[in-house]
């Protein structure tokens, strides 16, 4: 998107040309054609990749896309709404009134901040986004300043804490290597050593994480969005898991973690199944989710919580066990089969199963429904016909 192109959209024309956009035709082709009949061509392609992009913003901003501005990768690096609002409210809990964001990018976070009652301030190297991040606080009328600057160079100490959120993209494209983002890490560690939240990859390695410093990892609605380093004053633990769904927010702790572990499951098929959320996977707190319904991991190795009752937690999902089926293809399309099973949802962990593949090859056809898992359980491959609940 050309940088004077959004800058002319903002102006009184360009809004009316983006409301008439909205309306135009979902055909590119014909709304392109019917909007240049008194529109200049960078103009309309302006307006229609807004349109484009506020449809598909919705699911991370909801109601408030349809206000904002977009770029593509801006958009696609923004924090879902839902939890830049936790990581506000964590700053808020904090004390915390003023906060510089580092790589703001289209303005997400500072947003969240700015809806908190915090003073926020964001740079971005990418003059075109703190263009869009300037343009959201105006049209959602949060208070916050932008500026084109290096993080690297700046003076943070008239701020109470730091964001950063480092991209992670190089021209080969998404990286995991922590050598690879921008800032780089030894910039991030500098960080850690005050006040500070960095926004991270979920799959960051444990061992990664300095001393001190707490890792939260947060899913929203069963899907884990990020990882979050917190520091200083900030950092209350060392690993937590927050969930963030329709029944509000929960959270676990190394607190919550057992004294005791108790032997995983025996050979018996167990009463009840729960399958933690990946935010308590990858935080390492399965065996918190386990002491919580009063039951055991099925197998040492695997993230799977068997019990003898039955629990609703924020923190998994939860399954009445019917019955142990064959783990076998054969027998197990006999089983399937002769229980009318049409419709068949296969979950499968830890063990060499492409459930795609295999449903193919059962070749079902029964009007029936039907949940199964393959695992192992004490180190014995097993399927097990559940129930969610």
Not at 165 to 181: L, N
Not at 299 to 326: C, G, I, K, N, Q
Request: net charge negative; hydrophobic share 45%; glycine share 8%.
């Amino acid at each position: 998107m050309d940088l004077d192109a959004f800058r002319w959209l903002l102006t009184e024309p360009g809004q009316r040309l983006l409301e008439r956009a909205g309306g135009a035709p979902e055909d590119p082709l014909e709304a392109s054609t019917q909007l240049r009949r008194d529109a200049a061509p960078d103009h309309v392609a302006a307006a229609l990749t807004q349109v484009t992009l506020r449809r598909r913003a919705v699911p991370k901003f909801g109601e408030l896309a349809a206000r904002m501005y977009f770029t593509p990768e801006g958009l696609e690096q923004a924090t879902r709404a839902p939890v830049a609002a936790h990581r506000a409210s964590r700053l808020g809990a904090a004390r915390i009134e003023s906060v510089v964001d580092l790589g703001c990018g289209i303005g997400g976070d500072l947003l969240a901040f700015a809806g908190a009652g915090i003073t926020a301030a964001g740079v971005d190297l990418d003059p075109l986004r703190v263009e869009v991040a300037r343009a959201n606080l105006a049209a959602l009328e949060r208070g916050g300043a932008v500026m084109v600057a290096d993080a690297t160079t700046l003076d943070l100490s008239p701020f109470a804490a730091v964001f950063a959120d480092p991209a992670r993209r190089t021209a080969r494209g998404r990286t995991f290597d922590v050598d690879d983002w921008t800032p780089p890490w030894p910039f991030v560690e500098s960080l850690l050593l005050r006040e500070a939240c960095v926004k991270v990859a979920p799959g960051i390695p444990h061992e990664l994480v300095p001393r001190g410093v707490e890792a939260e990892w947060v899913s929203d609605h069963g899907e884990v969005k990020e990882a979050a380093l917190w520091s200083g004053s900030l950092a209350t633990t060392r690993r937590r898991a927050t969930v963030l769904g329709d029944g509000g927010l929960a959270t676990l702790t190394d607190d919550d973690l057992p004294r005791e572990l108790p032997e995983p499951g025996g050979d018996e098929p167990p009463a009840f199944l729960y399958e933690p959320d990946g935010a308590v996977i990858r935080a390492g707190l399965v065996q918190a989710v386990a002491a919580g319904v009063h039951g055991r991991l099925i197998d040492s190795h695997l993230a799977y919580v068997v019990a003898d009752e039955s629990f609703r937690t924020p923190f998994a999902r939860s399954y009445r066990v019917l019955e142990e089926l064959p783990y076998r293809e054969k027998p197990l399309k006999a089983a399937l089969r002769e229980r009318g099973v049409g419709r068949l949802t296969i979950k499968k962990r830890g063990v060499a199963v492409v459930p795609e593949e295999l449903r193919k090859r059962l070749d079902l056809s029964g009007d029936a429904e039907a949940t199964i898992v393959l695992t192992r359980q004490a180190g014995r491959a097993v399927c097990l016909r559940v129930s969610p609940f």
